[in-house]
T-cell receptor, first 115, second 114 residues
Framework: NAGVTQTPKFRVLKTGQSMTLLCAQDMNHEYMYWYRQDPGMGLRLIHYSVGEGTTAKGEVPDGYNVSRLKKQNFLLGLESAAPSQTSVYFC??????????????FGPGTRLTVL | AQKVTQAQTEISVVEKEDVTLDCVYETRDTTYYLFWYKQPPSGELVFLIRRNSFDEQNEISGRYSWNFQKSTSSFNFTITASQVVDSAVYFCALSGGYGNKLVFGAGTILRVKS
């Protein structure tokens, strides 16, 4: 199993450009998440999904959109990139189990720089 | 709202020293889970431990141990006889509610010198 993979690993954008980050998992997990990591701030949740076709906002959703058309994929879009979106982006997945919260499995991250 | 505080931004120790990383959390949920993740210099996030709010037993795994105290809303992590390979950023996280979302602390950078 590849686990959680992210494409691309690195990207440099100019202000105003758009791009899509792809997250894929092969563990048949229901739940998927997008986080951003900034120095001194830990990881903050951008958007998440509890199943195919569903998405919800996290703590810092502004400037981002997401889609979950297939269970194994979770896409994060930046319509008009801004320098404030320079960050490392992590995707994660997890599976629900009654009476218990399981750990999230993280992808390797995407380092995005917006000039 | 849920909140996790890791007051120690950075800790430096010499190899073989013991070190404790502090984690204090806030939540109104009666059922919740706490996690520790490790982020080595390579950047990936490695799951270390999960603990639910009903289980206050301390846990030991090799050189790692965790102390969960509900009365003080703390979930501290101790590394005994630290090694250079323990150098990493350590995150404490809290989960509860719809979607099992994680709220992370800011992280503690641990530097272990030989």
């Amino acid at each position: 199993n590849a686990g959680v993979t992210q494409t691309p690993k690195f990207r440099v954008l100019k202000t105003g450009q758009s791009m899509t980050l792809l997250c894929a998992q092969d563990m048949n997990h229901e739940y998927m998440y997008w986080y951003r990591q900034d120095p001194g701030m830990g990881l903050r949740l951008i958007h998440y999904s509890v199943g195919e076709g569903t998405t919800a906002k996290g703590e810092v959703p502004d400037g981002y959109n997401v889609s979950r058309l297939k269970k194994q994929n979770f896409l994060l879009g930046l319509e008009s990139a801004a320098p404030s979106q320079t960050s490392v982006y992590f995707c994660a997945s997890s599976y629900p189990r009654q009476g218990r919260i399981n750990e999230q499995f993280f992808g390797p991250g995407t380092r995005l720089t917006v000039l | 709202a849920q909140k996790v505080t890791q007051a120690q931004t950075e800790i430096s120790v010499v190899e073989k020293e013991d070190v404790t990383l502090d984690c204090v959390y806030e939540t109104r949920d009666t059922t919740y889970y706490l996690f520790w993740y490790k982020q080595p210099p390579s950047g990936e996030l490695v799951f270390l431990i999960r603990r639910n709010s009903f289980d206050e037993q301390n846990e030991i795994s090799g050189r790692y141990s965790w102390n969960f105290q509900k009365s003080t809303s703390s979930f501290n992590f101790t590394i005994t006889a630290s090694q250079v390979v323990d150098s990493a950023v350590y995150f404490c996280a809290l989960s509860g509610g719809y979607g099992n979302k994680l709220v992370f602390g800011a992280g503690t950078i641990l530097r272990v010198k030989s």
